[in-house]
C-alpha cells in the first residue's frame, strides 16, 4: 500500500535565530510544498528518488547518515520505525517545488512529510515536529531550533503562525487583505551544515551562560558579556522586541508598523548577528526603495531569500524593476490573504 503527503515550505516573516533562545517567532506556510509517497522495499536498503534529482539514493535500514540530499528521508525513516509507524524498508520518491538552499525550509518539509505519510491518522503535529527536529539535530547534525518543524506541520495558506518557541503555543494569525509577501531568492546559495549555523548557536549559548540564563530571550543586561559576544545578545533581546510588536501589528493590519520591524530586523541581522551579505542587503534596500513597506532577509542567513511586504501595490511591477536591477535574483511565490 502506497503512503502519501504534501507538506509546504515555509517563510520566516521576522523571529529570526531567536526559537533556540526562547523567543517567539512568526513564519507561514508557502504555495510551495513537497509530495511524498511511499511503498514497502522489496530488499532490506531503504531507496529514494527524486523528481528533481538523477539516481536513487540507497542505505540500509538504520544506517548513519551518508552525507547525501536524502539523509533526511532516511533519518525520517528510521524515526518512523522506533515510533512502530512502518515496518522494514522503504521506497520513497519525492517531487517538490521547493527551492533547495534558499532559507525556506526544503528540508524540514521533507523530513515532516516523509514523518506525515508514515504516521497513523490522528497524531498530534506538534509531535511530528518535534521527531523531525530530533532528525536534524541528531542524525542530519544540525542544531535546529524548533520553529521550522512546526511551522510546515501547522501553518495552513493565508495565516501567519505566532510560536513560542519555549512553551510551542501556537496562534493562528489571517494575513490582511491587501497585504502580499514577497519571497525572493537572493541568487546566493546556502548550506546550514557547513559549521556556520553551529557557530552562531554556539555563541547565543554562551552568551546565556555568561548571563546565567536557561534561554537568552530572558536576559535584562548584557553588560556582562564580552565585546564579542555583546552584538549577539543585542540582536536576540531586540529580535524578540521586534517579533512581539509585528504580531501586534499583524492583529491591527498594520502595514506600515509591520515593515517597520522587518526593515530593522534586517539592519540588525546584518549589523550585530552579521549572517546577512552585501548582495542581499543591497537586495533589502531596493526591494523598501522600489515600493515595499519593509523587507528583510529571511532564515538562517549566509544566503537565501529575502522577504517582502507589499501593500496595495502591483507586486509584477515591484518585481519586474527589482530584477532589473538585480538580475541574478528570482522570485519564488507569494504569500497573502486566503
Known amino acids: 500500500m502506497n503512503l502519501q503527503s504534501w507538506t509546504p515550505g515555509r517563510v520566516n516573516l521576522i523571529g529570526e535565530w531567536i526559537d533556540f533562545n526562547g523567543g517567539t517567532v512568526l513564519p507561514a506556510s508557502l504555495p510551495l510544498g513537497v509530495e511524498i509517497t511511499l511503498e514497502s522495499?522489496?530488499?532490506?536498503?531503504?531507496?529514494?528518488t527524486s523528481a528533481q534529482f538523477p539516481g536513487t539514493a540507497s542505505a540500509e535500514q538504520n544506517a548513519p547518515a551518508q552525507k547525501h540530499w536524502a539523509d533526511y528521508v532516511f533519518g525520517a525513516l528510521k524515526a518512523a520505525r522506533k515510533q512502530r509507524w512502518i515496518k522494514g524498508a522503504q521506497a520513497v520518491?519525492?517531487?517538490?517545488?521547493?527551492?533547495?538552499?534558499?532559507?525556506?525550509?526544503?528540508?524540514?518539509?521533507?523530513?515532516?512529510?516523509?514523518?506525515?505519510?508514515?504516521?497513523?491518522?490522528?497524531?498530534?503535529?506538534?509531535?511530528?515536529?518535534?521527531?523531525?527536529?530530533?532528525?536534524?539535530?541528531?542524525?542530519?547534525?544540525?542544531?535546529?531550533?524548533?520553529?521550522?518543524?512546526?511551522?510546515?506541520a501547522h501553518a495552513r495558506p493565508g495565516e501567519a503562525l505566532a510560536l513560542n518557541t519555549r512553551t510551542l503555543n501556537i496562534e493562528q494569525l489571517a494575513i490582511p487583505e491587501g497585504w502580499t509577501f514577497?519571497?525572493?531568492?537572493?541568487?546566493?546559495?546556502?548550506?546550514?551544515?557547513?559549521?556556520?549555523?553551529?557557530?552562531?548557536?554556539?555563541?547565543?549559548?554562551?552568551?546565556a551562560k555568561l548571563l546565567g540564563v536557561d534561554y537568552l530571550c530572558d536576559a535584562?543586561?548584557?553588560?556582562?558579556?564580552?565585546?564579542?559576544?555583546?552584538?549577539?545578545?543585542?540582536?536576540?533581546?531586540?529580535?524578540?522586541?521586534?517579533?512581539?510588536?509585528?504580531?501586534?501589528?499583524?492583529?491591527?493590519?498594520?502595514?506600515?508598523?509591520?515593515?517597520?520591524?522587518?526593515t530593522a530586523s534586517h539592519a540588525s541581522l546584518r549589523d550585530d548577528f552579521k549572517v546577512s551579505t552585501p548582495e542581499i542587503d543591497a537586495l533589502v534596500d531596493d526591494a523598501v526603495k522600489l515600493g515595499a513597506r519593509g523587507a528583510r532577509i529571511t532564515g538562517a542567513g549566509?544566503?537565501?531569500?529575502?522577504?517582502a511586504l507589499l501593500e496595495d501595490n502591483k507586486p509584477a511591477q515591484w518585481w519586474t524593476n527589482l530584477h532589473a536591477a538585480h538580475p541574478a535574483s528570482r522570485w519564488i511565490c507569494d504569500v497573502k490573504a486566503g
Open 41 to 48: 522495499s522489496p530488499d532490506r536498503f531503504d531507496h529514494v
Open 93 to 152: 520518491h519525492l517531487d517538490s517545488i521547493i527551492p533547495a538552499g534558499a532559507g525556506v525550509s526544503s528540508s524540514a518539509a521533507v523530513t515532516v512529510g516523509v514523518l506525515k505519510a508514515c504516521a497513523p491518522n490522528g497524531v498530534d503535529p506538534t509531535r511530528i515536529a518535534l521527531l523531525a527536529q530530533s532528525v536534524e539535530n541528531d542524525f542530519i547534525g544540525v542544531p535546529c531550533g524548533i520553529m521550522d518543524q512546526m511551522a510546515v
Open 182 to 207: 514577497a519571497v525572493i531568492h537572493s541568487g546566493i546559495e546556502r548550506k546550514l551544515a557547513d559549521g556556520r549555523y553551529k557557530e552562531r548557536r554556539d555563541d547565543c549559548l554562551a552568551a
Open 220 to 262: 535584562e543586561d548584557l553588560s556582562a558579556l564580552p565585546p564579542d559576544l555583546h552584538p549577539i545578545g543585542q540582536h536576540v533581546l531586540s529580535e524578540g522586541a521586534r517579533s512581539r510588536a509585528a504580531i501586534i501589528a499583524l492583529r491591527d493590519s498594520d502595514a506600515r508598523a509591520f515593515g517597520d520591524q522587518m
Open 302 to 307: 549566509f544566503g537565501g531569500c529575502i522577504v
